[in-house]
């Protein structure tokens, strides 16, 4: 509990009048000490009260860089059966707030908060704390609420030249190679042999021949890209990683990426989660 300069002040007044009721035995006062004290008792159990019951929870975002802020979901649930709470602020450890007028009776209420993470690896939440003045402002009544949940922070993306290592792997400039397909450029005509569909044959060069003539096209297929960790410029460990995170953060939705990591090989895929995966690699490199 920590006592505002009005509360202090309130029970100083208090004090001096409970001295001076005893010093003089003056009925009068003993009774405006008295009143003084009821209401010390009847807003401070209804402070406890108010801040009862009040369950706060923090949401992480699913992308998380170091030295790049980003947005949580703090939140507050009321769980008391009747009544609402009031004037419920939610902190973190990081000092990052809100507050929240009313919270009624079996609801939650949520804001977002901007956390900055210097460091990469899995990092703790730490404590929530709710608070409250309610109701006079004299004192200001708090829980705090241990949480072991952690979060992801991903080394700090810093834009690369390289794309990877491995025979297949381009050099800036050059990230496609063309197989037989359909959605590259029409590369060539050639003579129907009944196994490719009616769309693709060319009637206009077919009714000047004898023949049916099949439109043959190209396919544009991205090369693999395999980071090597000892292959990605920079000075030091962290700023190769930081390097990595960039490439894999660019191109894991366009091609498929994988990583030599510390030894291990780690097999390409392509999409989000696996991009989440290989960021999570990243992060957790060379970590206790």
């Known amino acids: 509990m920590k006592i505002s300069k009005s509360g202090a002040l309130y029970i100083l007044i208090t004090l001096l009048l409970g001295f001076a009721a005893v010093n003089t035995g003056n009925n009068l006062l003993f009774l405006v000490v008295s009143g003084l004290l009821a209401f010390m008792s009847v807003t401070g159990l209804a402070g406890m009260y108010n801040i009862k019951k009040m369950i706060p929870d923090l949401h992480p975002p699913e992308e998380i860089y170091s030295g790049i802020p980003a947005p949580f979901r703090l939140s507050v649930k009321n769980i008391k059966r009747s009544l609402p709470s009031f004037l419920i602020r939610i902190e973190s450890c990081t000092g990052q707030a809100l507050v ?55 080394p700090h993306p810093l834009a690369s030249d390289l794309y990877g290592s491995g025979e297949e792997s381009p050099v800036t400039g050059a990230s496609l190679r063309r197989d037989r397909g359909m959605s590259g450029e029409l590369e060539r005509i050639y003579p129907y042999s009944g196994s490719e569909p009616l769309r693709m044959i060319h009637w206009k060069h077919s009714a000047r021949s004898n023949d049916l003539l099949v439109k043959g096209f190209g396919r544009c297929v991205a090369a693999p890209l395999v980071i090597d960790l000892e292959e990605v410029p920079g000075q030091g460990v962290e700023e190769r990683l930081s390097r990595a995170a960039w490439l894999v953060k660019r191109w894991v939705s366009e091609r498929p990426v994988g990583m030599l990591l510390g030894g291990r090989i780690i097999p390409t895929g392509v999409g989000r989660q696996h991009g989440l995966m290989l960021l999570k690699e990243l992060a957790l490199y060379d970590s206790d």
């Open 100 to 154: 929240f007028p009313v919270v009624v009776k079996n609801a939650e209420c949520h804001g977002t908060v901007m956390f900055t993470y210097n460091q990469r690896g899995r990092v703790p939440v730490g404590r929530i704390t709710v608070s409250s003045p309610y109701p006079v402002g004299f004192f200001t009544r708090y829980w705090s609420f241990e949480t072991d949940r952690t979060v992801m922070v991903f």
